[in-house]
């Protein structure tokens, strides 16, 4: 089975989405398309980021992530495709891979070089299509593309390291409201070493990092529909500091982002204390 994934900022109320599986269909009828999320907001790369970062390891070795993100090629935004942990990403060279490459040293980087094999009213997104079904089909990188040693990186994507604080920003809001932010567990980590810490944010301080949301009942004597509508820090399932309100609502009673005041790129600091 060949699978192809999209990540994309094409939202679901125009044709683009589907014109854009269409033509990978067009090129490669047996390959089996999955959405990740077509409601990436507009050219927003660190979002993109964080959720090709969270999404792709659910997914069979040899899947091809197709990311149409920011795509227009032009002399600082070259396209490029990417085997990485196994897995082949096709996508702009706008700093949305530097996430992974942070974590894993990618087994080969091309920059692709199909643009004057295509017909001359070839769009960016029917570069991808070509490169993304090559790559489905077992094709070689080689073959799309030439060696390069490195990639854009966004400095945003990147946690702030001292010895008694850690200084991220908020990169993503997801569908509950909740805030997730640059800061991994493995810096943390790293940073704390068995230190007691203060997650700061606003006005507001967060003393313990939780293992899961529901852990908030810290009391036998409460059920957990007491302990609605606090806020909370955890490290979610793709491993970054998550703040939340147990149980919130975004649609009626509010949510970390809302209640909290937090919003994109927010600073988030977590102080250590010897």
Not at 72 to 80: D, G, V, Y
Not at 84 to 90: G, I, L, P, Q
Not at 144 to 157: F, H, P, R, S
Not at 245 to 257: E, K, M
Request: charged content about 20%.
């Amino acid at each position: 089975m060949s699978i192809i994934t999209l990540t994309t900022d094409y939202g679901l109320k125009d044709h683009f989405v589907g014109a854009l599986k269409g033509k990978l269909l067009s090129e490669f009828r047996e390959a089996t398309i999955i959405d990740i999320s077509h409601n990436i907001n507009a050219f927003n790369v660190a979002e993109a980021a964080y959720i090709i970062g969270a999404a792709y390891s659910s997914f069979p070795k040899g899947t091809v992530h197709l990311i149409g993100v920011d795509i227009e090629l032009n002399s600082e935004n070259q396209h490029i495709a990417m085997q990485w942990n196994d897995h082949y990403f096709v996508c702009s060279d706008n700093g949305i891979l530097s996430m992974l490459t942070q974590k894993i040293v990618p087994q080969k980087l091309v920059t692709i070089t199909i643009h004057d094999r295509l017909a001359s009213d070839a769009t960016d997104l029917d570069v991808f299509v070509k490169v993304a079904c090559h790559l489905a089909k077992g094709g070689l990188l080689n073959v799309i593309g030439k060696d390069i040693k490195a990639i854009k990186e966004i400095t945003e994507l990147q946690a702030i390291v001292k010895e008694n604080q850690i200084k991220g920003y908020v990169n993503y809001i997801d569908h509950y409201g909740n805030v997730v932010t640059n800061i991994s567990k493995k810096v943390f980590l790293e940073i704390s070493k068995g230190r007691p810490y203060e997650i700061k944010f606003k006005t507001q301080i967060i003393k313990t990092i939780l293992p899961k949301y529901s852990d908030i009942g810290i009391s036998d004597k409460y059920p957990l529909k007491y302990y609605e509508g606090e806020k909370l820090a955890i490290f979610n399932e793709a491993g970054f500091l998550e703040i939340a309100i147990f149980r919130s609502n975004p649609d009626n009673v509010g949510s970390a982002s809302s209640l909290l005041g937090l919003s994109y790129r927010d600073v988030v600091t977590i102080e250590f204390r010897n």
